[in-house]
Each structure stands twice: as C-alpha cells, then as structure tokens.
C-alpha cells in the first residue's frame, strides 16, 4: 500500500513552491528593470542623435519619417504636445500643426467640388503648391502624421483605403461595402454608369441606381449627362485629379 506524505513533506513542498514563486518574481523584476534601463539608454541616445542631426530632420522627408520610426520603436512621441523637449529642440509639433492648418484650409477650399473626400495624392500636390516657399518639403508620411493630429476635431478627417488609393475625409460621411466598391471601381477612368456598375459588380439595376444617388447626395459624385450614347456618367472628383481645377481656388 502506497504511503501518503506526512506533514513535514507537505510543508517541504509548500516551501518548495513559496521559493520558485519568489525567484519567478525576482526573475521578472530584474528583466523588467533592465528593460527600464535599457530603454532609458535608448531615449538618451535618441535624444543625443536628434541635436546632432535636427536640420536633417526639419529638413529631409525622408529622413523624418526615419526618425518618427526610431521615436516610436522606443515609446516616444515628438507630437505628443508643442511643449518641451522634442518641440524646443526640433519645432517638429509647430511644423505639423502648421500642415495640419493648411491641410483642413485645403480641405474646406475643395469640398465643393468632391464633397469632401480627396485622394492624398492629390491632397500632398496641392499642400506642396501651396509651400512652394517653405524650407522643409513635405511628404506623403508628413500628410498623414498631421492628418492623424486632426481627429481632435471630432468626425470627419481621416484617411481611409479604396482599393489601391488612400483618401483623406474631411466629413462624417459613412461610407459603406456598397460606396467603396463604386469608388474602387471608377479608379480606372474617373467615372462609372449604371449599365458598369451592374455588369462588373454583378448588381441589380436598383442597387447600383441607389448607391450612385446616394454617394451623389453626399456630394461625392457629380453627374454627366452630354453624352450621344445617353448614359449618365457619375463623376468621381476623389479618385480622378483635381489638382487643375482646383489650383486657382488656392
């Protein structure tokens, strides 16, 4: 017959498990404190390759978007706020507020005219006409990092993908499965009709007619009818460019 453990080997075993709990605590605490430390290492030297190289920064697009990556591999936000050190050091918030405001003046000056959806492509031409006289050049990195700041301002600004572009909406307008498969669509020529619609998507004639009605009362598609063939064209300003017709307007 087996014998069961006395007192003794269950208070050894008790003891046995107190003691590998605190060395798995002690474990944890020694890596979280050279994770700190280490991390402290890294910010210190960030901080040092950044006043070292600050008009790289200010300066070359590409090199700031670097500089954002190594920012964020370590937990820090030189956005966060135009005050202190990364602000006093750089000027990097100024810079993207400064983007920001231009961005949403040139998302107000052509909301008529794509009811408030405009692809980054053309968004970054029309930011770039616009600073032709400025020091820093701006990318398309620059365009969403001051885009990403802009959702303060409640509904309405912020990038989405439709097929292969991204557009920047500046409007709460919801866009649905329906809505995003036209825009992706008429990608290829600036357009769409019904008859397209119905025959690539496999719709029914009142599904494309509806969608179409409803993304041109959003003020997203304007509509063409001086056509021979008498098929109306619904236009799409957002995914075709505008840089053109809307140029004078800034």
């Known amino acids: 017959m087996r014998r069961r453990p006395g007192i003794g080997g269950l208070q050894n075993a008790a003891a046995a498990r107190d003691q590998y ?36 920064i200010r300066k070359n697009p590409a090199f700031r978007a670097q500089f954002h990556e190594m920012c964020a591999k370590v937990g820090v936000d030189p956005l966060a706020s135009n005050k202190g050190f990364w602000a006093e050091l750089l000027g990097i918030g100024d810079f993207y507020y400064e983007l920001g405001v231009q961005i949403v003046d040139i998302c ?51 990038v989405i993908s439709v097929g292969k572009k991204k557009l920047v909406r500046s409007v709460p307008t919801e866009l649905n499965k329906d809505h995003n498969e036209i825009l992706e669509l008429a990608q290829g020529q600036g357009y769409v009709t019904v008859d397209e619609v119905q025959r690539r998507l496999s719709w029914s004639s009142g ?7 409803t993304l041109l009362e959003e003020g997203l598609a304007m509509i063409d009818d001086g056509h021979i063939d008498g098929r109306r064209r619904y236009w799409f300003p957002c995914v075709s460019s505008v840089s053109s017709y809307v140029g004078d307007m800034l």
């Open 207 to 213: 599904r494309a007619t509806d969608a179409l009605e």
């Open 108 to 158: 107000l000056a052509t909301r008529p005219h794509n009811g408030g959806l405009i692809s980054l492509e053309d968004l970054c031409k029309l930011l770039g006409q616009r600073r032709k006289g400025a020091r820093e050049a701006v990318s398309e990195d620059d365009c969403l990092r001051a885009i990403s700041k802009l959702k303060v301002l409640g509904n309405g600004y912020e």
């Open 21 to 56: 709990r605190l060395l798995g605590e002690n474990v944890a605490k020694l890596r979280t404190d050279v994770m700190k430390e280490q991390l402290s290492t890294f910010r210190s030297q960030l901080e040092d390759f950044a006043r070292k190289h600050k008009n790289d």
